[in-house]
């Protein structure tokens, strides 16, 4: 049974495809989508030898060793050409992680032509990355689990990706068109912890004006959406 973090990324993985799920860990993710056969194989790469061994331990123990390959391997360096991957899978790390792994190995996803990513932290980075490196996104979930929200991004190759505007690469296009409940309770939060690290950073000995300037932004950009929609 997978998380419903986990479950929500699932949902996107198109039936036959072959995917690398990069940073997997126990491969519960694969494990899962090739038990019931969604996925025709793939690839679950690690780059911390724990990790990569519980990945192992899962797919021999679940006999799908003919269709998964555990890699140990930093990125996105688990893929090999002879995979045929059209799909990868980053999820659990931060946006800055997945952008970093994403754009180091960048030539590894010419045969790739979705992207299944759900960062903890650092979406709108992840955002930006996508709509400058040919990626039109399709879909976004914010679900909650455990007492966190989980965004999950979805990513299809494209010649001219949408264009967004620094509001939506900041809350999410198709989030902020839906703003359900659990968007509207993130971004309250975020309000709050943001509006905390502006009184910390101003009562600084030397206030950096920057700094300062930047949070004002965030600042006013989440009371214009809430007051919008919330
Ligand atoms: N993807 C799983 C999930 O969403 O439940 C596991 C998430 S776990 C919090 C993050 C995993 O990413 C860790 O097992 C870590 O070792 C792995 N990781 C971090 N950086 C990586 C990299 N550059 N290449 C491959 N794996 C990486």
């Known amino acids: 049974h997978l998380s419903v973090r986990l479950a929500t990324v699932a949902k996107y993985v198109l039936p ?20 019931r056969g969604v996925i025709a194989g793939g690839v679950a790469g690690e780059v911390v030898p724990g990790p990569f061994k519980n990945a192992q331990r899962e797919i021999e123990q679940t006999q799908l060793t003919d269709k998964i390959t555990a890699r140990l391997a930093n990125g996105l360096k688990a893929m090999e050409p002879s ?55 399709q879909a976004e979930e914010i679900v909650s689990e455990d007492g966190h929200d989980y965004e999950i991004l979805v990513a299809d190759r494209a010649d001219q990706p949408e264009q967004y505007t620094e509001e939506q690469l900041r809350f999410g296009p198709f989030l902020l068109a839906a ?20 009184q910390q950073v101003q009562s600084a000995k ?25």
Not at 16 to 35: C, E, F, M, Q, W
Not at 179 to 191: D, P, V, Y
Request: glycine share 8%; aromatic share 4%; charged share 20%.
């Open 16 to 35: 036959g495809s072959r995917i690398a799920d990069i940073g997997t860990d126990h491969a519960y993710l694969p494990v899962n989508l090739a038990k």
């Open 83 to 137: 995979d045929n991957i059209d799909t990868v899978v980053i999820a659990g790390m931060g946006g800055a992680l997945i952008t970093q792994i994403l754009t180091q190995d960048f030539d590894r996803l010419a045969g790739v032509n979705r992207l299944i990513l759900q960062p903890n932290v650092g979406e709108m980075t992840l955002r930006t990355f996508l709509m400058t490196h040919g990626f039109q996104l």
């Open 206 to 230: 030397e206030v950096p004006a920057a700094k300062v300037a930047e949070l004002h932004t965030k600042i006013s950009e989440i009371e214009e959406v809430l007051q919008r929609v919330g």
């Open 179 to 198: 703003h359900n409940a659990t968007f509207i309770a993130k971004w309250q939060r975020e309000l709050k912890r943001t509006k905390e690290v502006l």
